[in-house]
């Protein structure tokens, strides 16, 4: 943006429109936010410009989301780069789609500011993440609950029957914050010190930049299979992860 190359044209609920017509923009592509402002798409399709809704985010399979870099190359005429990405993302992680699980099981969660514990659908892409990379997550029969989030909370109560006994926990730092030590995790949630996991030293956070990165998920499998794989969080080489880091 500060060279130029692209250039803002307001938020996705109030669009610069003078700016997006006078750039003879012949396309827009929002993401499923736009159908919490209807008029908008209204009225870039009056302008004569196509919107064209991203629907990545609904897909329950990592490799699926991946997969929409294949529409991208369509769009740019860059469909042979794009199926060769793509086919080289998914190499890096077929090795591990063979063996064996490591018998681990894990939770992925946060805590919110009004003491619930988010925490993913089993049918969620990153529970999915988790089996590919040799877990099993500890909330296998969370319930679709009637709508499209991915996420449910839990009560504190529910968090603790549930993962009291996970072999890791990883703490999602896209919510509410990252955290860096168990002093830091404790003091959102005291409870955790009784889990199997914390008093392993087996917590891991992830980064803020997760969920913008989608073409990158063969890393955070990979990154979730060594913690998996380790026999210990000391045994985990971080200087190889990506996504996650330890909580000390």
Sequence with gaps: MENGEISYAGKYSAPD?????????GLAIENTMIYHTPEVKEQLEKFGIPV??????????????????????????KEAEAETFFNEQVQRIRPLLGQDTTGKTAAFFSVTSNNLVTVRK?????????????????FSNLSDNGN??????????????????ADVLIYNSTIEGKIETTEQLLSKCPMLADFKAVQNGNVWCTTQSLFQESMELPDLILDMNRVLAAESSNAVNEDELKFLTHVS
């Design 148 to 165: 499209n989030l991915a996420t449910i909370n839990l009560s504190l109560e529910e968090f603790y029957a549930g993962a009291k006994d």
């Design 122 to 138: 089993s049918n969620d892409y990153v529970a999915k993440m988790i089996g590919m990379a040799g877990g099993e997550y500890v």
């Design 17 to 25: 429109y003078e700016r997006i017509v006078s750039a003879n923009c």
């Design 52 to 77: 064209l809704v991203e629907r990545s985010s609904y897909e329950s399979d990592p490799l699926a989301r991946m997969e929409w870099v294949k529409l991208y190359g369509i769009l740019f005429d």
